[in-house]
């Protein structure tokens, strides 16, 4: 990828609670020779940023710049891509790419493709998997959203895909099964 061709960071989503997983950091288990955190961030040449729930020194090896919500309350990952626009915005980028912390692999060309597909026709581009499912949490979204991301939040936004529905946006298919995980039986399916 020419990371220079685009002014755009990337934001990992690592602030849920993994309720069905115990409250775990996901992003922190074991996976190949590091974790699943290492393994995404390996597949990564652009700018990243980590968005958890402090405290954040258990990442401190990563040594990546960690942020919190910023409209508080455990609002979810909507909340997270709140914190991670206004990262961008306050660091100069144009805009963010959004990964879900929990995610090993992606298709080769994703940043590329993901980030070519934005326009001026939309805000916000999502991705689709190979089953044409729009993964709310992959997309390519423009810091310009931040002031009715953080109006949408105030007023009780909560899914993803309820406020991109508000947004001009549009869905970028790609022939790839996206994987993430949601449970120990997901987790063990995949070691």
């Avoid at 990243?48 to 990952?77: C, I, K, M």
Wanted: proline share 6%; hydrophobic share 45%.
């Amino acid at each position: 990828m020419m990371r220079d061709q685009y002014n755009a960071a990337v934001v990992v989503l690592a602030g849920g609670g993994a309720l069905r997983m115990g409250g775990i950091d996901k992003c922190l288990l074991p996976w190949g020779q590091g974790t699943l955190l290492s393994s995404l961030l390996s597949q990564i040449s652009l700018p990243v940023v980590l968005n958890a729930q402090p405290p954040h020194e258990r990442f401190a090896d990563f040594e990546l710049p960690v942020v919190a919500d910023y409209s508080t309350g455990g609002l979810g990952p909507l909340a997270g891509i709140e914190a991670g626009l206004l990262w961008a915005r306050d660091q100069g980028f144009e805009s963010v790419v959004t990964l879900a912390g929990d995610m090993p692999t992606l298709p080769a060309e994703f940043f590329d493709r993901l980030l070519a597909a934005a326009d001026d026709q939309s805000d916000i581009v999502l991705v689709a998997d190979c089953q044409g499912r729009v993964q709310p949490i992959l997309g390519a979204w423009s810091v310009d959203v931040v002031p009715s991301l953080s109006q949408a939040l105030k007023h009780g936004a909560r899914k993803v895909r309820a406020f991109t529905d508000t947004q001009r946006f549009r869905v970028l298919p790609f022939e790839f099964d996206f994987i993430n995980i949601n449970t120990q039986a997901d987790y063990e399916s995949l070691c």
